[in-house]
C-alpha cells in the first residue's frame, strides 16, 4: 500500500514539474510624450496598474515611452487590451486606448512576418530551380 502511494505521488509530482506554462501574449503599447503631458502621467506610472497582474517592462527615452505587457493567456486582443482601466494620476482611472498612441499585439506582428519571409522564400527557389547553365 505504501509503495503504490509512493508511486502515485511520485508520478503526480513529475507530471506538475513538466507541466508546459500555457501560451502567452504580448502587447506594445506606445505612449506620446504630448499627450502624456495633458494627462501629467508617465509609462511607469501606467505600468503600476498591471504589475499586479502581469509581467510588464517600461522603456523611455529619447524616442517614444514605451510599455510591454506579456499576459498569461493567448485569447486577448489589442480592443481588450484597450478597454483595460489604468491609473494616470490618484484617483484618476480612464481606459488604456484614451492614453496610448498605439497598442500593438506582438505576437500576431510576427506571425505576420513570418508568413511574409516564407512568402518571399517560394519565389526565390522557384527561380533557381528554373536556371538552365549553358557551356560553349
Same mark, same amino acid.
Given at each position: 500500500m505504501k509503495q503504490v502511494i509512493f508511486i502515485l505521488l511520485f508520478l503526480g509530482s513529475v507530471h506538475v514539474s513538466l507541466a508546459k506554462e500555457g501560451p502567452q501574449k504580448t502587447f506594445l503599447i506606445l505612449f506620446d510624450q504630448s499627450e502624456l503631458a495633458v494627462y501629467q502621467s508617465s509609462a511607469a506610472k501606467m505600468e503600476l496598474s498591471f504589475m499586479d497582474s502581469f509581467k510588464t517592462r517600461t522603456y523611455t527615452g529619447n524616442s517614444e515611452h514605451a510599455l510591454i505587457v506579456t499576459v498569461?493567456?493567448?485569447?486577448?486582443?489589442?480592443? =481588450?487590451?484597450?478597454?483595460?482601466?489604468?491609473?494616470?494620476? =490618484?484617483?484618476q482611472e480612464v481606459p488604456l486606448e484614451s492614453v496610448a498612441f498605439r497598442i500593438i499585439d506582438m505576437n500576431e506582428c510576427q506571425e505576420n512576418f513570418q508568413s511574409l519571409l516564407s512568402e518571399s522564400e517560394e519565389p526565390s527557389s522557384a527561380k533557381k530551380a528554373a536556371t538552365i547553365k549553358l557551356t560553349l
Amino acid at each position: 500500500m505504501k509503495q503504490v502511494i509512493f508511486i502515485l505521488l511520485f508520478l503526480g509530482s513529475v507530471h506538475v514539474s513538466l507541466a508546459k506554462e500555457g501560451p502567452q501574449k504580448t502587447f506594445l503599447i506606445l505612449f506620446d510624450q504630448s499627450e502624456l503631458a495633458v494627462y501629467q502621467s508617465s509609462a511607469a506610472k501606467m505600468e503600476l496598474s498591471f504589475m499586479d497582474s502581469f509581467k510588464t517592462r517600461t522603456y523611455t527615452g529619447n524616442s517614444e515611452h514605451a510599455l510591454i505587457v506579456t499576459v498569461p493567456f493567448s485569447d486577448w486582443t489589442v480592443c =481588450e487590451m484597450g478597454s483595460s482601466l489604468v491609473r494616470i494620476s =490618484e484617483g484618476q482611472e480612464v481606459p488604456l486606448e484614451s492614453v496610448a498612441f498605439r497598442i500593438i499585439d506582438m505576437n500576431e506582428c510576427q506571425e505576420n512576418f513570418q508568413s511574409l519571409l516564407s512568402e518571399s522564400e517560394e519565389p526565390s527557389s522557384a527561380k533557381k530551380a528554373a536556371t538552365i547553365k549553358l557551356t560553349l
